[in-house]
C-alpha cells in the first residue's frame, strides 16, 4: 500500500516535470525562431547598407573581403567571426581584466574601457 502511494506520488512529479519540460522547450524554440527572424533581417538590412555603400563610394567586394579578414584575423584566429576580448581596466590603479560584455570592472567599479559600438552588442 505505502508504495503504491510512493510510486503514484512519483509519477505525479514526473508527469509534472515532463509538463515543465515541454513549457521550456516551446519556449526555447520560440526565442530560437525570433533571433533566426532578427539574423534574417540583419542580413538583408546589413547588404542593402553594403549595396548602397558600393554605389556611391567606389568600394567592391574585393575591399569588403579584405577588411574581413583584416578584423577575422585581429584576435589572433582566422576562423570567419570577430571575438570580442577582455581588455585592460581604465583605471590607473587597477590592472583586471575587463569581461566583454561588462559597463563597469567587476574590480573597481570604474566604467568599462571604450570599445566599438560593435562590441557592445
Ligand atoms: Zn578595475
Redesign the pocket.
Known sequence: MHQRQQIRGANVRASGLEHSLQATKRRTDNEFEELHTRLEKLTALTESMWLLLTEVSGLTDEHLAYKLYELDVKDGTRDEKKSVMSMP?A?AR?D?M?NPRARI?Q????DAPARSPFDKI
Open positions: 581596466c583605471s587597477c583586471a575587463v570592472c574590480f573597481c567599479g570604474t
